[in-house]
């Protein structure tokens, strides 16, 4: 480049600052994964209530495998390409409950929902990951479905079991936490899309 001297050092410096800045910006994206986006509508979910409590025969429910959350440590995942973390665990209204971290590769552990969760359970196809109250983590849209508030089932609610094909779950819900012997259970079979 010939010209004034001052004109190129000032060339040189807007180049290199434009270089710098997206490198930066692409070490950033390659290990860094952003919260999932919360949708505001069931997507396509769908639940419908039960009028009475089904049979967990291993024809038409298979007991699923619930995570507690209680105290800091991993959740079994069935599908390789992430992992699940609890932390921060502690008594968070009527017992113990933690966050809930994913993490894809060896990017960054990023918090999938704003608040603790007392349970988590991954579908067989790892696609999905459901946590209390009933929020749902679409892994491969990356959103997260607040499927409680939507689809009018307040806690407590627990995933209880899984349809041989995996495309529907049981859950129970309660108005206690826990010693709920006498309490009412409600039972709700929710269509995973």
């Not at 060339?11 to 860094?32: E, H, M, P, V, Y």
């Not at 932390?87 to 704003?114: E, H, K, L, N, W």
């Not at 969760?117 to 209390?132: I, K, Q, S």
């Not at 939507?150 to 495309?167: F, M, R």
């Amino acid at each position: 480049m010939t010209g004034h001297p001052a004109a190129c050092l000032r060339f040189g410096l807007i180049a290199l600052a434009a270089i710098s800045g997206d490198t930066a910006s692409f070490a950033q994206r390659a290990d860094r994964t952003p919260p999932p986006a919360v949708s505001t509508s069931a997507g396509q979910f769908h639940a419908h209530r039960l009028t009475r409590p089904p049979v967990l025969d291993g024809r038409v429910w298979i007991a699923a495998v619930v995570t507690t959350a209680s105290s800091p440590g991993t959740v079994p995942v069935p599908q390789p390409g992430f992992a699940l973390t609890l932390t921060g665990c502690g008594d968070v209204g009527d017992f113990v409950r933690c966050q809930v971290f994913f993490q894809r590769g060896r990017t960054a552990p990023v918090r999938i929902d704003d608040g603790f969760t007392g349970w988590v359970f991954v579908t067989p196809d790892g696609r999905y990951v459901v946590m209390e109250p009933l929020h749902v983590l679409d892994v491969r849209a990356w959103t997260r479905y607040r499927l409680s508030e939507v689809l009018h089932i307040p806690n407590y609610t627990k995933i209880e079991a899984v349809s041989p094909d995996g495309q529907h779950l049981l859950v129970t819900r309660r108005d206690c936490a826990i010693d709920c012997r006498d309490v009412p259970v409600e039972f709700y079979d929710l269509a995973l899309p």
